[in-house]
């Protein structure tokens, strides 16, 4: 229970009202419709790339393991905001629990702070592929693939705690309500009864670093990598080279694209509807179209997909067989 209070009076109240997309009913049930469908879309799209890596042998590989890695945190970052959401359109009340809302923004962060994390990583695996062609079997072991994947997720789930706790420990004042679909650190401060210059300093030098330092790791890794590519004479390995990394590169741009656009100028500046906006795309359709630009440009993940589905045809066809067998 937290305590709320006005300039008349002081209650304690369970939660935030999460504002979300305000409209008729019947919108609200049709974005429900919606954003089920690409929730659904979106783990199964992750889910096949991870069944792909792990039942093909032609694919444990470094680069692999790690595109498994990001497809499993993918689900689990829409997985901490769309289920609420998906609720909060079917509810009158659309209350999220105080535990409830705070424990929403510490894993919306971790997780996306973790994505960070992995696109360096992956950028990484990148320049030693293309840059140290030859060291890169000796290099990139599995043993190193893994203390990588390890350090992400620690990285990630380690960076917030301290400034969330800050924030949940500060008092509310006047409305609960948040004009957004999840609990954001921006409608939340707005919420609270005293200003604290220090939190919010100590949020605002934290909260940006886990994008700003992995994303100059990126583009340092990418200047090397085209200079390496631009020495290649010929024009296929040119192309070759770009293909391999084409794909991180899109995912890349997507990402950060939207997240510099929403956190790369101070919150006051955007509008309600425009964060809301911006937030779905980096949260809820990049992880839709990731598995869509890792599949379609890269041959041996279309040949593991087109396997695992020619053995679940086959396993049905199997099973009808076995049924028929039985009248």
């Excluded at 954001?184 to 604290?196: Q, V």
């Excluded at 940006?208 to 990126?218: E, K, R």
């Amino acid at each position: 229970m937290k305590t709320f209070s006005n300039s008349s009076n002081s209650s304690t109240i369970t939660g935030f009202i999460l504002l979300g997309f305000p409209c008729p009913r019947e919108g609200q049930i049709l974005l429900f419709v919606l954003f089920f469908m690409v929730y659904l879309l979106t783990l199964m799209g992750n889910a096949s790339i991870i069944s792909a890596v792990c039942c093909d042998p032609r694919l444990q590989t470094p680069m692999y393991l790690l595109l498994a890695n990001f497809s499993f945190l993918e689900i689990w970052y829409v997985t901490s905001t769309v289920p609420n959401m998906l609720a909060n359109f079917l509810s009158d009340t659309k209350v999220i629990s105080f535990s409830g809302c705070f424990l929403q923004f510490y894993f919306f962060f971790s997780f996306g702070s973790t994505e960070c994390f992995f696109l360096a990583v992956m950028a990484f695996d990148r320049y030693l592929a293309i840059c140290r062609p030859l060291h890169y079997p000796a290099l990139m072991t599995g043993h190193l693939c893994n203390i990588l994947v390890i350090s992400c997720w620690v990285l990630g789930f380690l960076w917030f705690p301290v400034p969330i706790i800050f924030i949940s420990q500060m008092s509310f004042c006047g409305s609960r309500i948040i004009d957004h679909f999840l609990c954001d650190p921006g409608p939340l401060l707005a919420l609270t009864c005293k200003k604290s210059p220090l939190i919010e300093l100590v949020f605002s030098i934290l909260s940006p670093l886990p994008l700003i330092i992995p994303f100059v790791f990126i583009m340092g890794s990418y200047t090397l990598v085209l200079a390496a590519v631009l020495k290649v004479p010929s024009a296929s390995g040119k192309r070759k080279a770009f293909s391999t990394c084409g794909s991180h590169l899109a995912v890349v741009a997507l990402f950060y694209g939207s997240v510099l656009v929403m956190y790369g100028s101070p919150t006051s500046e955007h509008e309600a509807g425009m964060q809301k906006i911006v937030t779905l795309f980096y949260s809820v359709l990049t992880p839709l179209l990731n598995p869509v630009i890792y599949s379609l440009r890269n041959k041996h993940m279309k040949v593991a997909l087109k396997e695992i589905l020619k053995r679940i045809k086959t396993w049905s066809t199997k099973k009808d067989l076995g049924q028929l067998n039985l009248y």
